[in-house]
């Protein structure tokens, strides 16, 4: 019976790995320099920056002037006013009508339109700062995946091979159908919990690229660590978030909402410019001032200031609220990422070695007949739960990490 030769099928496995596309990565600083730079949200934001920018300007100029035209005195019996048997009572009129708010009321109005502008610019940085917080924790989600199947991938290896073995030794009369069985539901559930993986990793992946507009198949380095030298420095590092200084233009601009309706006390005035013609007699011309009389302010200015008034102590409200809750939130990443170092040194310390210890261990007991594979299987189970429990620790140690940074400013 003739042999075949592997030559064949080595030369084709060389050239489909030389056709295949290089694996695209990408590291932590690249998604989030991507996604600062292709992100539509910020995009629309700035234009709504730009808009608020340009709003301020026009906001305390003066109204544009009117230009006036008519006839006055036109008789209704003989309409056409320069007939040769007219009265000559109808006189033509051009002029320009200049209305002028009250100073107070443009100050108000321009400041109003300031602070707006200001809180929509903090309202940008919180939105850079949310793209980086959400974007890296995208990142840390592929990075979990991939590391977690990494581990799986070899433990299923290793399992494989011992399965094999029991195989073996069933064959020749020193292992039982029992062992055997143990050896099945453990590759079993050693691929089940592989699968698992593989799907958290397509899922993490679709949400990277929502962030970043690139496909990447695996990520490169690893997740930030660093976080602020104390609570106290944290606390005064987060008292500049974007969050609360939107909050606080917005309050600002509230209280200018106050000072815009009480400003509407005072009255505001135009003034108007009129030359008439009348043939044959003289031109004639004309200047008219008019001014508001703000008589009824029970039923027009004083619900309005009311009204404002409740709009700056919700505003303030508001702020207080949001900065409650922020310095809220960052105590408790900051305990929460305390106990979970702890944690994380006790598993990679103290748990990790001993599960690993204990594989060594029933493998060299049931390699030298006294022990069973079921307890190589059982201790290895043990020790990837124990080491996918270490990467969950790891992970969630950056995403506290993350958290401090967003909440901070921090990026170190």
Avoid: C
């Avoid at 592997?6 to 084709?12: K, S």
């Avoid at 026009?58 to 019996?77: C, K, M, R, T, Y």
């Avoid at 502008?117 to 991939?146: G, K, M, N, T």
């Amino acid at each position: 019976m003739p042999v075949s030769s592997p030559l064949p099928g080595l030369v084709a496995g060389i050239a489909l790995l030389i056709a295949a596309p290089a694996r695209a990565s990408i590291d932590l600083d690249t998604a989030v320099r991507l996604a600062l730079a292709q992100q539509p949200r910020l995009e629309a934001h700035a234009a709504r920056a730009r808009a608020a920018d340009a709003r301020s300007v026009a906001a305390g100029a003066l109204p544009d002037p009117e230009f006036i035209a008519g006839l006055q005195n036109l008789s209704v019996e003989q309409p056409d006013p320069y007939a040769a048997d007219a009265e000559r009572k109808t006189m033509t009129e051009v002029g320009i009508m200049q209305a002028f708010p009250n100073a107070a009321r443009r100050h108000q109005l321009e400041r109003s339109a300031r602070l707006d502008a200001a809180r929509i610019e903090a309202e940008q940085a919180l939105l850079q700062r949310a793209v980086v917080r959400d974007v890296s924790l995208a990142w840390i989600d592929v990075w979990q995946a991939q590391e977690a199947l990494t581990v799986v991938e070899r433990l299923a290896v290793e399992t494989a091979r011992t399965r094999e073995a029991g195989l073996i030794a069933q064959r020749s009369g020193r292992g039982s159908q029992d062992a055997t069985l143990a050896a099945e539901l453990a590759n079993g559930l050693v691929d089940d919990r592989r699968r698992a993986l593989e799907q958290a990793l397509v899922s993490a992946r679709a949400r990277l690229v929502r962030w970043t507009g690139h496909e990447a198949d695996a990520v490169t380095g690893n997740p930030p660590t660093a976080m602020p030298a104390s609570l106290e420095a944290a606390l005064a590092r987060a008292g500049e978030h974007p969050e609360l200084r939107a909050l606080e233009r917005a309050a600002e601009r509230s209280g200018a909402e106050v000072d815009l309706a009480r400003a509407a006390y005072r009255p505001d005035w135009r003034l108007q410019a009129m030359y008439g013609y009348r043939r044959p007699y003289d031109d004639m011309f004309s200047v008219q001032v008019g001014i508001d009389l703000p008589l009824f302010t029970a039923r027009r200015q004083d619900p309005a200031l009311a009204a404002a008034s409740a709009e700056r102590l919700a505003a303030q409200a508001d702020a207080e609220d949001g900065r409650r809750a922020l310095f809220a939130e960052l105590q408790a990443a900051w305990g929460e990422q305390t106990l979970v170092d702890e944690r994380l040194e006790h598993f990679e310390t103290r748990l990790l070695p001993a599960a690993r210890l204990r594989v060594d261990s029933a493998l060299a007991a049931y390699g030298g007949g006294r022990g069973t594979l079921d307890a190589v299987f059982d201790a290895r189970l043990q020790a990837l739960d124990i080491e996918l429990q270490t990467l969950d620790l790891r992970a969630a140690r950056a995403r506290l990490r993350t958290q401090l940074r967003y909440l901070t400013g921090d990026d170190a």
